[in-house]
């Protein structure tokens, strides 16, 4: 069983910063292996792609438009962890944050599309009081 939990959610105030971590845990899960992915979903607001990592060292990186030079991710395969830094946050970046696995990635991509990726973590909540 592949489980995904998320963590370092929390309320901030507009300019500070927060590192979102994702454990991934399962025996038979190859985490260098795999191309990994951060969401978010805002309230009242569909799922979006945040920020995507290609698998091994993650040497390929994807972010969306509107949060490109705020937001790092990064991953340590030993520790079967990712990492969404989020800096400089806005009012706008309150959402639930999901982390994502895609287990059979290979290849050196990224992917921004939910339907490429098999695995979801619960999420955390990310709130940004102005």
């Known amino acids: 069983q592949v489980q995904l939990v998320e963590s370092g959610g929390g309320l901030v105030q507009v300019g500070d910063s927060l590192r979102l971590s994702c454990i991934v845990s399962g025996p038979t899960f190859n985490m260098a292996g795999a191309a990994m992915g951060w969401f978010r979903r805002a309230p009242g607001k569909e799922r979006e792609f945040v920020a995507a990592?290609?698998?091994?060292?993650?040497?390929?990186?994807s972010y969306a438009d509107d949060i490109k030079g705020r937001f790092t991710i990064t991953r340590d395969n030993a520790k079967k962890t990712v990492y969404l830094q989020l800096y400089n946050l806005q009012p706008e970046d309150t959402a639930v944050y999901y982390c994502?696995?895609?287990?059979?990635?290979?290849?050196?991509?990224?992917?921004?599309?939910?339907?490429?990726?098999?695995?979801w973590g619960q999420g955390t909540q990310v709130t940004v009081s102005s």
């Open positions: 994502a696995a895609n287990a059979f990635a290979g290849g050196g991509l990224t992917y921004r599309a939910s339907p490429a990726y098999n695995y």
């Open positions: 990592i290609s698998s091994r060292a993650g040497s390929r990186t």
